[in-house]
């Protein structure tokens, strides 16, 4: 099988396991900004941004060292054993001490959610571990069906804890608890994971290894924090909590894209990490990034120019409204993370995890200094703005960066075509009339269109032959 089938091959299994439910949660927006005010979703989503920046600090990126290290052992059991035993246990330790510290912080924090945030914490944690064990074997397979589970779990329960009982902000907690939960125990017992844990086999070299390569990310992942996430506590300090579920809502459009892309960034991470030693890498790499961006530029466009048509059906409580103006300046910035995050798959691939953090250290520096500069002069705009300044010059750096360790050429009439396109797209969402509504969809189906043609033609085709093998089948 040649890399772009495996690739593909790969980026479809694990996307049934997310689409779906990701999409389902997508399309339960109306029901959380109908049901929850907005101080209790700027609440959730306070909570969820602060357990995303205590992951990376108290657990040390493990979890994504052993995913890597895993690849190169899938034939050593011996090995497959050693890493695992360690990592699991590194990570027991880490929780045991953090849980003791927090315990006793916690009892001069005055915060209703303040059990629930370590207790999520621990399980997130521990579900990213045993997901990453799945990727790192090859099961593919597994993977998609312990998301596909989390992703389940957490809708349902937060239908029936916010819809049917009322729980608010506490159901939404609770779901997401569950659903952690049952995705262990699902990965734990699929892939028997027991007999991958042995205290013999606990290695201190082992551990120092992991560490070598995960403690580098622990900054790129903190700067990916400020660059993500930082505009939620700034917002609320500055603005209120309120206008944060505002902004938390605004980022629930652009979440479309890069779920999509994170579910096709994992399969391509594994790819290039495969394939790195290839004497025709540079070519491969270039051919695959610029076919990805072709896409998601088309997709973020195209949510763009038909948002008008949809999102009063999307946002329905009118605190909400303010987020319209949010919706083009995240998903443009959302193309340039998927360009960030295609170049730092190849930094994973050559082990650079100190290039990572260098360069994301960069873009975190640039969001703070354009979130606090703006946010008093233009409100809610400066944290939008800032990750769009934060996400471009990111991209700027890196690609400059990797130069120096393969040669990567971007497709760059295509991206001034795009620039364009993007420009008048822009005009047409902020003017509110209904004819240049029109005219932005059609130019963003036109655009889809001439820069994709040749993948549509390749999916209508496999399509068309696979319809004619079950006809004849059923004949």
């Not at 909590?241 to 809502?249: E, Q």
Request: aromatic share 14%.
């Amino acid at each position: 099988m040649n890399r772009e089938k495996q690739l593909a091959k790969n980026t479809i299994i694990v996307a049934m396991g997310k689409i779906a439910t990701r999409f389902i949660s997508f399309f339960l927006l109306p029901l959380y900004t109908a049901l929850l005010t907005t101080e209790e979703y700027g609440t959730i989503d306070l909570l969820n941004t602060c357990i995303s920046l205590l992951l990376p600090l108290l657990f040390l990126q493990i979890d994504q060292a052993l995913f890597r290290f895993l690849i190169d052992v899938r034939d050593k059991e011996k090995k497959k054993k050693e890493l695992i035993t360690t990592s699991l246990m590194t990570v027991l330790a880490q929780t045991i001490i953090f849980s003791l510290i927090y315990l006793v912080i916690a009892q001069f924090i005055n915060n209703e959610y303040q059990y629930f945030l370590l207790i999520n914490l621990i399980f997130a944690e521990l579900s990213n571990v045993f997901l990453e064990i799945a990727r790192g074997f090859g099961d593919n397979g597994v993977y998609s069906i312990g998301s596909l589970i989390t992703g389940a779990v957490t809708v349902i329960l937060n239908v029936i804890l916010i819809a049917i009982f009322g729980w608010g902000a506490y159901g939404m907690l609770t779901a997401t608890l569950f659903a952690n939960i049952f995705c262990c125990i699902f990965i734990f017992i699929k892939e028997k994971l027991y007999k991958y844990i042995d205290f013999k086999a606990y290695s201190k070299e082992e551990r120092k290894s992991l560490w070598k390569y995960s403690i580098p990310l622990v900054p790129n992942q903190l700067s990916w924090w400020i660059v993500n996430a930082s505009d939620r506590i700034i917002v609320t300090m500055i603005l209120g909590v309120g206008l944060n579920g505002v902004y938390s809502s605004a980022n629930k459009i652009s979440s479309i894209c890069i779920t999509l892309f994170g579910i096709l960034n994992m399969t391509w991470q594994e790819s290039a990490s495969m394939y790195i030693k290839d004497s025709d890498h540079d070519e491969y790499f270039s051919k695959m990034i610029n076919f990805i961006t072709r896409v998601f530029i088309s997709l973020c466009l195209g949510i763009v120019a038909f948002m008008p048509f949809i999102f009063s059906f999307l946002i329905v409580g009118k605190d909400y409204a303010g987020a319209y103006q949010q919706i083009p300046i995240l998903l443009l910035a959302t193309i340039f993370n998927i360009l960030v995050s295609l170049i730092g798959s190849l930094y994973v691939a050559i082990k650079k995890t100190k290039e990572i953090a260098k360069t994301s250290f960069f873009a975190a520096v640039i969001n703070l200094i354009v979130d606090f500069a703006l946010i008093k002069f233009i409100g809610l705009y400066a944290a939008s703005i800032s990750t769009l300044v934060a996400y471009l010059t990111m991209f700027i750096y890196r690609y400059f960066d990797i130069q120096k360790y393969m040669k990567i050429k971007l497709d760059t009439k295509m991206l001034l075509t795009s620039l364009i396109t993007a420009i008048a797209i822009f005009i047409c969402y902020y003017s509110h009339n209904t004819i240049l509504y029109v005219i932005g969809a059609l130019i963003s189906v036109l655009f889809a269109f001439v820069y994709n043609y040749k993948v549509m033609k390749k999916g209508y085709q496999f399509f068309m032959k696979k319809m004619k093998k079950v006809v004849k089948k059923r004949i």
